[in-house]
Nanobody, 114 residues
Framework: QVQLVESGGGSVQAGGSLRLSCATS????????MGWYRQAPGKQRDLVAF???????TYADSVKGRFTISRDNALNTVYLQMNSLKPEDTAVYYC????????WGQGTQVTVSS
């Protein structure tokens, strides 16, 4: 079973930047998707961005132009560069990996203060 290990969360002031990383526990092959969801207190978990094994990306409208998702297939790692952070970006961010199954990371807290 694939395990995901996240890092890079923390606290930052509005306008600042953070970079999240998520590595899989084993080498992955074939068509797959890696990405990020986030969940704010009292709200549902929402998609932030994802990237396919071929490099195609998709972003939520709320983060377009501010966040960039990328992946390093040799390191089995996906990244989320978050710039121009806003207080409404505050949430627990969850990494996921999907091929024939879906696997989730443990979540990492991102807090943006005004």
């Amino acid at each position: 079973q694939v395990q995901l290990v996240e890092s890079g969360g923390g606290s930052v002031q509005a306008g600042g930047s953070l970079r999240l990383s998520c590595a899989t526990s084993e080498r992955i092959f074939g068509l797959n998707v890696m990405g990020w969801y986030r969940q704010a207190p009292g709200k549902q978990r929402d998609l932030v961005a994802f990237i396919t094994s071929r490099g195609s990306t998709t972003y939520a409208d709320s983060v377009k132009g501010r966040f960039t998702i990328s992946r390093d297939n040799a390191l089995n790692t996906v990244y989320l560069q978050m710039n121009s952070l806003k207080p409404e970006d505050t949430a627990v961010y969850y990494c996921y990996f999907s091929d024939s199954s879906v696997y989730w990371g443990q979540g990492t807290q991102v807090t943006v203060s005004s």
